[in-house]
């Protein structure tokens, strides 16, 4: 069974760092890039990063590049999200996704399965 | 960047058809993908590539593409149906993840 399960949300300052994680289970890890989705509370859904399978390939989105880093580590089945410089604008819950592929190529493909999502709050 | 424009809400009678549009320049040649997502849960992709289906997902969920608008559409909905709706592409010109605003579907 595929599980992605997420971690790391917390309360955190303005200006303050977190570092969340996505565990992926029942799948082979590096075959599948992975993305990271945002929602801010009652909000829509948005876009933040997308990672190839090898991790040779990183996507951003405007609001957060240069801010936040995406990486995996393979050999632990394991997903990450490195947010810098935080603002209020970034409280949201984060989801990892699954792709349906390994390369960028597969960027453009579904998701068909993501996390219960892991909640980020940025607050004095 | 590219923008695809979802209506925020749309109602319907239980037993009608809902049909929720995805709005962007020349999405017709883009994939499109569209999620449902319940209330405090993840979405769930319930079509991909304009018009496939995932196992699991009634046939009474489809979904198509053309033009400047993709289109899912929920035939004899029901009350589980209700939900918010969010379409989805790939804008290779600026390789970014789009989603539409979302819409939330209301059986009446």
């Known amino acids: 069974e595929v599980q992605l399960l997420e971690s790391g949300g917390d309360l955190v300052q303005p200006g303050g760092s977190l570092r969340l994680s996505c565990a992926a289970s029942?799948?082979?890890?590096?075959?599948?890039?992975m993305m990271w989705v945002r929602q801010a509370p009652g909000k829509g859904l948005q876009w933040v990063s997308s990672?190839?399978?090898?991790?040779?390939?990183?996507f951003y989105a405007d609001s957060v590049k240069g801010r936040f880093t995406v990486s995996r580590d393979n050999s632990k089945n394991s997903l990450f999200l490195q947010m810098n410089s935080l603002t209020a604008a970034d409280t949201a819950i984060y989801y990892c996704?699954?792709?349906?592929?390994?390369?960028?190529?597969?960027?453009?493909?579904?998701?068909?399965?993501w996390g219960q999502g892991t909640l980020v709050t940025v607050s004095s | 960047s590219y923008v695809l424009t979802q209506p925020p809400s749309v109602s319907v009678a239980p037993g009608q058809t809902a049909t929720i549009t995805c709005g962007g320049d020349?999405?017709?040649?883009?994939?499109v993908h569209w999620y449902r997502q319940m209330p405090g849960q993840a979405p769930v992709v319930v079509v991909f590539?304009?018009?496939g289906r995932p196992s699991g997902i009634p046939e009474r969920i489809s979904g198509s593409n053309s033009g400047n608008t993709a289109t899912l559409t929920v035939s004899r909905v029901e009350a589980e149906d209700e939900a918010d709706y969010y379409c989805?592409?790939?804008?290779?010109?600026?390789?970014?993840?789009?989603f539409g605003g979302g819409t939330k579907l209301t059986v009446l």
């Open positions: 996704a699954r792709g349906m592929c390994s390369n960028s190529a597969c960027l453009g493909g579904h998701s068909d399965f």
């Open positions: 989805q592409v790939w804008d290779s010109g600026s390789d970014h993840v789009v």
């Open positions: 990672l190839t399978g090898p991790g040779d390939g990183t």
């Open positions: 590539d304009d018009s």
């Open positions: 029942g799948f082979t890890f590096t075959d599948y890039a």
């Open positions: 020349n999405i017709g040649r883009r994939s």
